[in-house]
């Protein structure tokens, strides 16, 4: 464990003056500009399915876990967006901000641990995701009741195991350095084995692991349904299979950075980033394009009808 005048000192730093002010802000600008709307394909998912269409889609139970999926990316999402990558890459707010967090802060570790803690619950929901799948073909008669008895559980499960990743980082002492122009959060390892980046791959890892082997049972039993069952199925593994394509590219992302920091630690820590927001901008855009039920109702939203195909006015 850590020494505890090592959690309490002052840690201070010095922000990175060598960086160019308008090409930072161009990067970050770059980056909003796609983040954006990442955000609003998540928040008209969220609003079709638990609000303007919730009766249609509150017995679905791939719904029910991928809403999950879909708020964490939303909220990882839009913390990227207003706090992470604003103090990465628009170096003048980092001469403003950074001392405020030269001291122990309840504020920094909280704004370090909500990404980590959602990041890990999406590798929680792709399990469960790539399983719902599976129980939905091999028990195409049972599949409803079973996941309408097991689908509380399995979303409180989904809440509770992140905390298996983020347990160290809430015992040890975050704290802010310079990264680019401006800075970013690490932290004091109060456990030194319990490594956040290594902790967070097993989970990953676990998630393809699993997701590997129930979709080729998922691929073998689809082959032997009637034909009458193989659309819905299909459609389901088909974006299923492209969220774990996307799994496969943080994973390396996350193999990096877990053991390859020595490399270049600002790079591998964008390349991270990255990572994410491929699969978190990805998930939304296959699942509209692959669901046309989904797509028409959030087109419907869009053009202020309701469930009942009314016009909002």
Excluded at 15 to 26: G, P
Excluded at 32 to 55: D, N
Aim: glycine fraction near 4%.
């Amino acid at each position: 464990m850590s020494n505890l005048s090592n959690l309490n000192a002052p840690i201070e730093m010095e922000c990175d003056l060598s960086y160019d002010n308008s090409w930072e802000i161009i990067k970050y600008s770059l980056q909003f500009a796609y983040l954006i709307p990442g955000i609003l394909m998540h928040f008209g998912i969220l609003r079709t399915v638990l609000w303007k269409y919730w009766s249609i889609y509150r017995d679905n139970s791939f719904f029910m876990i991928y809403t999950v999926d879909s708020m964490a990316s939303l909220i990882i999402l839009t913390h990227d967006t207003l706090i992470n990558r604003p103090v990465l890459f628009i170096p003048p707010l980092c001469p403003i901000l950074s001392p405020f967090f030269f001291e122990p802060s309840i504020l920094l570790k909280t704004l370090f641990i909500i990404p980590n803690y959602f990041r890990a619950i999406k590798s929680v929901t792709q399990i469960l995701m790539s399983i719902n799948c599976m129980t939905c073909v091999i028990f195409p008669m049972d599949y409803i009741r079973i996941w309408k008895k097991y689908l509380k559980f399995a979303i409180i499960i989904t809440l509770l195991s992140p905390f298996l990743v983020v347990w160290n980082l809430i015992l040890s002492r975050v704290y802010v350095m310079a990264t680019f122009g401006g800075f970013s959060c690490n932290y004091i390892k109060y456990v030194k084995w319990a490594s956040l980046s290594q902790l967070l791959l097993i989970f990953i890892i676990l998630a393809i692991f699993i997701t590997i082997i129930s979709t080729v049972i998922t691929l073998i039993y689809l082959f032997a349904l009637p034909m009458r069952l193989k659309a819905a199925e299909k459609t389901l593994c088909f974006l299923n299979l492209t969220i774990s394509a996307s799994f496969l590219f943080v994973a390396g992302g996350q193999s990096l950075f877990a053991f390859f920091q020595f490399v270049d630690s600002s790079t591998i820590y964008v390349l991270q980033y990255f990572a994410y927001d491929f699969l978190n901008l990805s998930s939304p855009i296959v699942m509209v394009l692959i669901n046309p039920q989904l797509r028409g109702h959030i087109l419907k939203g869009i053009n202020g009808e309701n469930e009942n195909g009314n016009r909002n006015f």
